[in-house]
């Protein structure tokens, strides 16, 4: 009842671009508020939150690392929600996950139940 398709990763120098999608198939969460977010792990540390969108797209939420060069959207008619990245740092490197929960959107609590994709490369040389 939910699937989560991550696309759009790869590598990049410092200072590149790179627009990562999501195709979001959520029925589990039929009648209820969510929110799709993106989340990142880099080896050896613990998986972070980055950006969020709500269940309408009234809102959305960004980690302050990343204020400012990214941006999250959504196209509800494709069902997809997409990050778009600007000013790349080799430290925004790591796999990047969509995941979806339950309203409000949480970005800085790891342990709320989220379901998850599987997950795209970014890697971001000097």
């Known amino acids: 009842q939910v699937r989560l398709v991550e696309s759009g990763g790869g590598s990049v120098q410092a200072g590149g671009s790179l627009r990562l999608s999501c195709t979001a198939s959520?029925?589990?969460?039929?009648?209820?508020?969510?929110?799709i977010s993106w989340f990142r792990q880099a080896p050896g540390k613990e998986r972070e939150g980055v950006a969020a969108?709500?269940?309408?797209?009234?809102?959305?939420f960004y980690s302050a690392p990343v204020k400012g060069r990214f941006t999250i959207s959504r196209d509800n008619a494709a069902n997809t929600v997409a990050l778009q990245m600007h000013s790349l740092k080799p430290e925004d490197s790591g796999m990047y996950y969509c995941?979806?929960?339950?309203?409000?959107?949480?970005?800085?609590?790891?342990?709320?139940?989220?379901?998850w994709g599987q997950g795209t490369q970014v890697t971001v040389s000097p």
């Open positions: 969108i709500t269940y309408d797209g009234s809102a959305t």
């Open positions: 959520i029925y589990g969460y039929r009648g209820r508020r969510y929110c």
């Open positions: 995941s979806v929960e339950v309203f409000p959107c949480d970005l800085a609590r790891r342990d709320k139940t989220r379901d």
